[in-house]
Nanobody
Framework: QVQVVESGGGLVQPGGSLRLSCTASATFFNLWAMAWYRQAPGKQRELVASITRGDSTNYLDSVKGRFTISRDNAKKTVYLQMNSLKPEDTAVYYC?????????WGQGTQVTVSS
């Protein structure tokens, strides 16, 4: 069973930056397309950014130009660099495979953007 652990969240002022990390105990991690998701209070979970095994990336329109997803296969880790953060980015951020079947969800990491 794959375990996913997210970290790096916190409280940041609007315009600030955070770097999230996600480590997955997956065999052949390098073969899987990975993604970051987020869920704000009262809203459904949404896909924020994804990266293929070939390092092609895609982003939610609202984060394009501000967020960057990357991966380090040797460390089985996916990163999300978040710049120019806005209050509407406030959510719990999760990582998982980019396509079904999904692994069990981790606990996520809380990102709060507020002055």
């Amino acid at each position: 069973q794959v375990q996913v652990v997210e970290s790096g969240g916190g409280l940041v002022q609007p315009g600030g930056s955070l770097r999230l990390s996600c480590t997955a105990s997956a065999t052949f991690f390098n073969l899987w397309a990975m993604a970051w998701y987020r869920q704000a209070p009262g809203k459904q979970r949404e896909l924020v950014a994804s990266i293929t095994r070939g390092d092609s990336t895609n982003y939610l329109d609202s984060v394009k130009g501000r967020f960057t997803i990357s991966r380090d296969n040797a460390k089985k880790t996916v990163y999300l660099q978040m710049n120019s953060l806005k209050p509407e980015d406030t959510a719990v951020y999760y990582c998982n495979r980019a396509q079904s079947p999904m692994w069990d969800w981790g606990q996520g990491t809380q990102v709060t953007v507020s002055s």
